[in-house]
């Protein structure tokens, strides 16, 4: 679905979603039922962050070649977290 813009010359601009390719260039005004012209606009387009970007060309060549281990990582050992000491103990 894709976002067109409309043009009514009583009650001003409003948008319709409609199927890619399907918007007619007159569309019935929602609020007084008159034509209404079709305007364009530019694309809204965002940039995406450095990080983003990073993390998805990892993905993409992960999806071409992924990465081969040959062992497992080495297990890092999580100290307990200062609560549990105050728990009464059985």
Same mark, same amino acid.
Do not use: G, I, N
């Given at each position: 679905m894709?976002?067109?813009g409309y043009l009514c010359s009583r009650c001003g &601009?409003?948008?319709v979603k409609l199927a890619i390719g399907t918007a007619p260039t007159a569309f019935g005004c929602p609020v007084c039922a008159g034509a209404a012209r079709r305007v364009y606009s530019s694309p809204g387009l965002t +940039?995406? =962050?450095?990080a983003v970007a990073a993390l998805r $060309? !990892?993905?993409e060549r992960a999806r071409e070649a992924p990465a081969v281990? =040959? !062992?497992l990582p080495p297990r890092r050992r999580v100290p307990p977290h200062p609560a549990l000491s +105050? $728990? &009464?103990r059985p």
């Open positions: 894709a976002t067109y &601009p409003f948008d +940039r995406t =962050s450095h $060309l !990892q993905e281990v =040959s !062992q +105050r $728990l &009464p």
